[in-house]
């Protein structure tokens, strides 16, 4: 019995000090990130306003970012679990094409970037790809009577690439995006 509490006590030194170094190489990694592992934060007309969290933006005016499965509420954050062949969500996910398509009716015929119908893990995602910005473009523009040559200027200013040029997509932060918009003039 001695023996098996000796190898216990071991293995949980060992394990104590694995993760222990593990945390500690998190936390310093985070470090470099360009936020230094702290949140966003944009205060904007007043509102303290977090760019690493999805808002909801209903307005035609505004670019819309991914949709939500939690309502854009950070307290729930998760995704649906539902499957790419489960019947209710591709309804919900034919739904938000609809809905997508009669919004921009000047891409009708065009590709519908998948972010724009489909709900992240999270369900806070705050960025879309630059082609889902561009898919909205025609909407705002109309909208806003701006040229459409402005908006795509826009869209490839906001546009962030991969972090040290290797990892993840170019994105565009939906919040930012808006802010920008809504400064253009």
């Known amino acids: 019995m001695k023996n098996h509490i000796v190898s216990a006590f071991r293995l949980t030194?060992?394990?104590l000090i694995a993760v222990g170094v593990y945390l500690l190489f998190v936390?310093?990694?985070?470090?470099?990130l360009p936020t230094r592992g702290n949140a966003e934060i944009i205060h904007y007309k007043g509102q303290k306003?977090?760019?690493?969290i999805g808002q909801e933006f209903k307005s035609d005016k505004y670019f819309h970012g991914r949709p939500s499965s939690v309502s854009y509420n950070a307290a729930g954050s998760g995704g649906s679990n539902k499957g790419p062949s489960n019947e209710e969500y591709l309804e919900t996910v034919q739904k938000r094409i609809d809905t997508l398509k009669m919004k921009n009716p000047a891409m009708a015929n065009a590709k519908v970037p998948v972010e724009l119908v489909t709900a992240g893990g999270s369900g806070?995602?705050?960025?879309?790809s630059a082609e889902g910005a561009l898919y909205q473009a025609k909407r705002i523009a109309k909208v806003?009577?701006?040229?459409?040559e402005q908006l795509s200027n826009l869209i490839s200013t906001q546009t962030e690439k991969p972090f040290l040029g290797l990892?993840?997509?170019?994105?565009?932060?939906?919040?930012?995006?808006n802010i920008a918009l809504d400064q253009l003039k």
Not at 167 to 177: A, I
Request: proline share 6%.
């Open 49 to 52: 306003l977090y760019a690493n």
């Open 13 to 15: 030194l060992v394990m």
């Open 144 to 148: 806003r009577n701006l040229s459409e």
């Open 27 to 32: 936390y310093g990694g985070s470090k470099v």
């Open 124 to 128: 806070l995602d705050p960025d879309i």
């Open 167 to 177: 990892l993840g997509p170019s994105k565009v932060n939906v919040l930012k995006l």
